[in-house]
């Protein structure tokens, strides 16, 4: 690799192949001229390229997919609307306000740029992050190493496996994992009911014939050097008990990538551990946009889609000479049961959020809720919403029951009740 740093000068610079910032990238060159787009990876399409399965594409595109279909076909758009995307392109650091540092097989890469949209998107927590004792053997895996090795790497896994978790993710695991021969014998989760909609627990169990084990966790791992059994503990009694597998795979638990926001010093959500963000997803740095499961670990792939595309406007208005907003605007808190909101401010005049909706995060199930806005101390709009706040699942609240909200009356709570 040589040593000369070449220096690029694209109107916007997206930092992320994934569904976001590719939908980014796809309004975004027709309108302002050269976009380039920088992904880590060897192929761009993020998440969904490795999850070979139905489902995507809906909200975004009209059409039900599977995840490779629908990466290729982002790729596409955002290529035929004139984006430049590069691949193995590493962001390592900051070199100014808008400039940061690339890294390739090629070369290192100096990237100035009009706007910056980080799309990085987020990740599972591994074992470590987790805290999971017992042995440190063969055969762990988060569901992106899994859909890699399965999908991409045509690898093999064990044959019976135990999955963390009991959301949306876990049954896409547990889908990959029967492709690959291997069979779902447990889920475990520290819910009291399943993280996914019934739509997709229900038939799941059926056609996996798993059995899911709420209120439960995997307190022991439990082999060398390859896995043998987890030890299992139900929540409630402390009882104890062993699973024989050779297979666990850990699904959920999202954090954001923002080592970049972080490094940047932008300011960051301490519930999302995002980037803190208005509805235009403009963050505290000047010329400096968020987008995607980056904000919110994590939505479906076509929400994510659909806040790059969202983003355009407001990095559009930016780079025609449009003023950077100062002043926090209305903070808005999660309140219980949710543990995150996004966005997190709102100012007059700006767009509404995509899909007119914000996103939060529930912690616990509430059938049918109220979902409830307070502002000084005084509920300021009330309204039952028609469907549930499930753990482990982004629940969205129409922007209009924010119409009563005073722009000068400070901060908003956002809770639920039944």
């Known amino acids: 690799m040589s040593d000369t740093v070449t220096t690029l000068t694209p109107a916007v610079v997206v930092v992320g192949a994934g569904p976001s910032g590719?939908?980014?990238?796809?309004?975004?060159?027709?309108?302002?001229?050269?976009?380039?787009?920088?992904d880590r990876e060897s192929t761009a399409g993020g998440i969904p390229r490795h999850s070979d399965h139905p489902g995507y594409g809906v909200r975004d595109m009209g059409r039900f997919m599977d995840g490779p279909s629908y990466a290729r076909r982002l790729v596409r758009q955002a290529q035929e609307a004139g984006a430049t995307i590069r691949t193995n392109a590493t962001v390592t650091g900051w070199a100014g306000e808008r400039a940061i540092e690339v890294t390739t097989p090629q070369g290192r890469l100096l990237v100035e740029a009009g706007a910056v949209v980080l799309a990085t998107g987020a990740r599972e927590r591994p074992r470590p992050a987790r805290l999971i004792p017992g042995d440190r053997p063969r055969g762990v895996y988060t569901t992106g190493h899994l859909q890699n090795?399965?999908?991409?790497?045509?690898?093999?896994?064990?044959?019976?496996?135990?999955?963390?978790?009991?959301?949306?993710?876990?049954?896409?695991?547990a889908l990959t994992l029967r492709e690959a021969g291997c069979r779902t014998v447990l889920m475990t989760t520290e819910y009291p009911r399943p993280d996914s909609y019934a739509l997709f627990s229900g038939p799941g169990k059926v056609l996996f014939g798993t059995k899911v084990a709420t209120r439960t966790r995997v307190s022991r791992i439990i082999g060398r050097p390859c896995l043998r059994a987890v030890e299992i503990e139900d929540l409630d009694t402390g009882h104890r008990r062993i699973v024989e597998c050779d297979t666990l795979i850990l699904t959920g638990d999202w954090i954001p990538d923002h080592e970049l926001a972080r490094t940047a010093g932008i300011a960051i959500?301490?519930?999302?551990?995002?980037?803190?963000?208005?509805?235009?997803?403009?963050?505290?740095?000047?010329?400096?946009?968020?987008?995607?499961?980056?904000?919110?670990?994590?939505?479906?792939?076509?929400?994510?889609a659909i806040d790059g595309a969202h983003v355009a406007r407001s990095v559009t208005a930016w780079l025609d000479g449009g003023t950077w907003p100062v002043g926090e605007g209305v903070r808005l808190l999660a309140g219980e049961p949710f543990v995150w909101v996004a966005p997190e401010i709102l100012r007059p005049g700006d767009p509404v959020p995509a899909r007119r909706r914000l996103l939060l995060w529930g912690e616990r199930y509430i059938r049918l809720p109220h979902v409830v806005l307070r502002q000084g101390g005084r509920v300021v709009a009330r309204r039952r919403v028609w469907w549930p706040v499930a753990p482990g699942r982004v629940f969205r609240v129409p922007t209009d029951m924010l119409s009563p909200v005073d722009p000068l009356g400070?901060?908003?709570?956002?809770?639920?009740?039944?």
Request: proline share 8%.
């Open 22 to 38: 590719l939908s980014a990238a796809r309004e975004l060159a027709p309108r302002v001229g050269e976009v380039l787009v920088l």
């Open 410 to 418: 400070g901060p908003v709570t956002i809770s639920a009740e039944p």
């Open 269 to 304: 959500d301490p519930g999302t551990r995002g980037p803190l963000v208005d509805s235009a997803l403009r963050t505290d740095r000047p010329g400096v946009f968020a987008v995607g499961n980056l904000l919110h670990p994590v939505d479906t792939a076509d929400v994510a």
């Open 149 to 173: 090795l399965v999908h991409l790497k045509h690898g093999k896994v064990g044959e019976r496996a135990v999955v963390v978790g009991a959301e949306l993710v876990s049954w896409s695991a």
